[in-house]
């Protein structure tokens, strides 16, 4: 699968963006996906992730209640709908999806587990 990942910006805190990731290759749907962030001098973090099915969604503590992950398995694509902006939420947005089997509950948080990565879209936040 092949991603790529659209939709970064400037924005002002506060507001809203919403990043998209589209996919290429017959694996898709049955591929978890996710969306990770890294900031300048920062390590790769998990932001939020969605099963195949889409039935099953986790968000990192940071983004909850503002952020949300969605996907349209039709399209190939999969969604990041980011409101209420913060200046500390300005970095490098990658997607990520693997449709392998895992074998541990919190598979979906680390960044190895994921074969297939977009380019980035970068998103800054002003304050």
């Known amino acids: 699968v092949q991603l790529q990942a659209s939709g970064g910006g400037l924005v002002q805190a506060g507001g809203s963006l919403r990043l998209s990731c589209a996919a290429s290759?017959?694996?898709?749907?049955?591929?978890?996906m996710a969306w990770f962030r890294q900031a300048p001098g920062k390590e790769r973090e998990f932001v939020p992730s969605?099963?195949?099915?889409?039935?099953?969604?986790h968000y990192a503590d940071s983004v909850k209640g503002r952020f949300t992950i969605s996907r349209d398995n039709a399209k190939n694509t999969v969604y990041l709908q980011m409101n209420r902006l913060k200046p500390e939420d300005t970095a490098v947005y990658y997607c990520?999806?693997?449709?392998?089997?895992?074998?541990?509950?919190?598979?979906?948080?680390?960044?190895?587990?994921?074969?297939?990565w977009g380019q980035g879209t970068l998103v800054t936040v002003s304050s």
């Open positions: 969605i099963s195949w099915s889409e039935d099953i969604t």
């Open positions: 990520a999806g693997d449709s392998s089997i895992k074998t541990y509950s919190t598979w979906y948080r680390e960044p190895r587990e994921y074969s297939n």
């Open positions: 290759g017959h694996t898709f749907s049955r591929s978890g």
